[in-house]
């Protein structure tokens, strides 16, 4: 029932049973199907979550839909979330009787850029497990989330469609969805990388490259620790 033109009320509780109901019809058709549930009241907990959500809330002209992307993420109203390199696909329930179709579009991390900061990094990432984690210095999360030169794509590096009939470029729908994002993130931090288009171990081979780089131009190289022959013969009387 509508009253003075306006649509009729419904509750949150109503959409999420909704979006419930939703999902359930989905998985009888599409068994692939990938929703985004948030525990607790935090949307996300690791480093590249939390570096990925801040990245978007800097988006300046997207702040008017931001609180209504939180709450449909957080109501589970993503009801799937594919990411591929360089494109996301999801769903999300909202007034309509079928769920909206939400495509995130990135582009590929330059690859000038890759190899500028592979080359900052040289020395500086032990391994796989911290690169995951976000276990690093602090000068590489401020290299990694600088605006327009770090990671993290700029607002003209990506782009949004939602089937939904607002007019806004950045809908609620599409923020929620790329909240969900980043709480993907905290699941598997290497779906990052591949959605920049950038293999996961390719990053940090080309940060190893650097540190045998530096090691084969030092290995000629005489360190002052290292007794000379004749001297060593001298002091071990060696004749």
């Known amino acids: 029932m509508r009253y003075w033109g306006y649509p009729e009320y419904v509750s949150v509780a109503q959409k999420i049973a909704k979006a419930k109901r939703q999902l359930e019809n989905l998985k009888k058709t599409n068994p692939n199907i990938c929703p985004v549930i948030i525990e607790g009241n935090t949307i996300t907990k690791s480093w590249w979550g939390k570096a990925w959500t801040k990245n978007l809330e800097s988006y300046a002209d997207y702040s008017n839909r931001i609180g209504?992307?939180?709450?449909?993420?957080?109501?589970?109203?993503?009801?799937?979330?594919?990411i591929e390199a360089g494109q996301v696909d999801a769903l999300v329930c909202g007034s309509s009787s079928y769920p909206y179709k939400i495509r995130v579009t990135i582009q590929e991390l330059q690859k000038e850029k890759l190899i500028s900061l592979a080359k900052l990094c040289n020395n500086q990432i032990n391994g796989l497990e911290e690169l995951v984690e976000g276990r690093f210095p602090k000068?590489?999360?401020?290299?990694?989330?600088?605006?327009?030169q770090g990671l993290f794509p700029s607002n003209r590096e990506i782009k949004f469609d939602c089937s939904c009939p607002d007019s806004a470029y950045m809908c609620k729908h599409v923020c929620a969805v790329l909240y969900a994002i980043g709480a993907r993130f905290d699941a598997d931090p290497t779906l990052f990388f591949k959605l920049r288009g950038v293999e996961f171990n390719v990053f940090l081979a080309k940060t190893v490259e650097e540190k045998m780089n530096n090691m084969l131009k030092n290995a000629g190289?005489?360190?002052?620790?290292?007794?000379?022959?004749?001297?060593a013969a001298k002091l071990f009387d060696i004749p």
């Open 68 to 82: 209504r992307g939180r709450s449909y993420v957080r109501n589970g109203f993503v009801i799937d979330l594919q």
């Open 139 to 148: 000068n590489l999360e401020e290299l990694f989330t600088e605006k327009n």
């Open 221 to 231: 190289k005489i360190s002052n620790r290292i007794i000379a022959d004749e001297e």
